[in-house]
């Protein structure tokens, strides 16, 4: 599955820094608003010991991780809706992405300036939240024009559309974003290919100095109080530690900087698994000497269509799938011993692949 994220936020917040931290690309990074000019795009793995650990067992030629696309997209100014600074561009990117993830600066630097002359991320996340409901007004305003007339002359699906239409309009005048608007799953579907900027699930990342990496401050506090009715999840992290840590040339290095620190584990990794559950995703796994290799699904997804993920041919000619769940897998150290002890179940169409889950697939075209 192509997933695809985006990074957002205001000139100087720390977006191209923090992109160079999750991928090997290299976007320049510099104190001036606009230097993130065209997109930059890197694909980066997503951080899982379980494959590690099955490829332990299996010793397999290659191992293959899932992966994310994370996007860094030039920085947003007032006005972007109507083309100011690279508002169109900007905002044509943000459609394509299937997530956002919101850096906001919550760190004094005279060194370093703000587009708007101080620090102040509730504004900062204000800004770019109205400019993204702008532009979906703008958006549902023509396509409410475009069934208002059908309605008129009687289409009830017409007349359904535009009732739900006015309902996120309605919503998002008042000033909130499309994902918390009041509606159902199926009134969701009748918008799902308006692509509305701010019906994207959202993660924000609060970009604190070095103090404040482990505990947030008031800053963070601040964000997280401004958006506790979004249904977002807020994540610290210190962009400028997290370069210096991907600088380090050895595992054991960049271990012993993050004890210093009180930390745990780098914060990149923390936001890459963060986006991944953002997503509603989850993992299953193939396992064999060939390789053994981590596969991305929709959460709730069956078994035909998690085989089509492999290959579109997998799923046309489906049969059955031979699963073990991870747990038992690691237990009996190896697929003929899972199946020895009678963990290995066969399943059938109906089948909903769980997290982890180890599966082969037997198929017919």
């Not at 999750?22 to 379980?50: M, Y």
């Not at 549902?140 to 208002?148: A, G």
């Not at 359904?160 to 008042?174: L, S």
Request: hydrophobic share 40%.
């Amino acid at each position: 599955m192509a997933l695809k994220c985006g990074i957002v936020g205001l000139p100087n917040v720390g977006k191209s820094t923090l992109f160079n931290c999750l991928s090997n690309a290299k976007a320049q990074a510099a104190n001036f608003p606009f230097c993130t000019i065209e997109p930059n795009v890197g694909t980066i793995t997503v951080p899982d010991e379980r494959l590690n650990a099955l490829a332990g067992l299996v010793n397999p030629e290659r191992i293959v991780p899932t992966t994310i696309e994370i996007v860094d997209i030039a920085g947003l100014v007032k006005g972007a809706s109507k083309g100011e600074g690279l508002g169109n561009q900007f905002l044509g990117n943000i459609r394509e992405c299937d997530a956002i993830i919101h850096v906001v600066r919550c760190f004094e630097d005279g060194n370093v300036v703000h587009v708007d002359g101080s620090v102040n991320p509730v504004r900062d996340k204000e800004v770019i939240d109205m400019e993204l409901q702008l532009k979906d007004l703008d958006t549902l305003e023509k396509r409410i024009d475009k069934v208002k007339k059908q309605a008129r002359v009687g289409d009830k699906d017409a007349k359904k559309a535009f009732d739900i239409f006015e309902k996120y309009r309605i919503h998002i005048e008042e000033g909130k974003s499309a994902r918390s608007a009041p509606v159902d799953e199926k009134e969701r579907e009748i918008v799902s290919d308006l692509f509305l900027l701010t019906d994207k699930p959202v993660l924000y990342v609060c970009n604190v100095e070095e103090a404040s990496v482990v505990s947030g401050n008031a800053l963070v506090e601040a964000v997280r109080e401004a958006v506790k009715d979004e249904n977002a999840e807020v994540l610290v992290l210190g962009v400028g530690i997290e370069a210096d840590i991907a600088s380090l040339e050895t595992f054991d290095e960049r271990q012993m900087f993050l004890e210093d620190l009180g930390l745990k584990e780098a914060g990149v990794s923390k936001l890459i698994v963060s986006a991944y559950r953002l997503l509603d995703l989850q993992t299953y796994f193939t396992a064999g000497v060939k390789e053994v290799r981590a596969w991305t699904i929709e959460k709730g997804m069956k078994a035909p269509q998690a085989a089509g993920v492999i290959h579109s041919d997998f799923e046309k000619g489906f049969i059955r799938a031979e699963v073990i769940g991870y747990e038992d897998f690691i237990h009996f150290k190896s697929e003929s011993a899972a199946r020895d002890a009678g963990k290995l179940h066969v399943e059938g169409k109906e089948y909903v692949v769980s997290d982890g889950d180890v599966m082969h697939f037997r198929f017919n075209v």
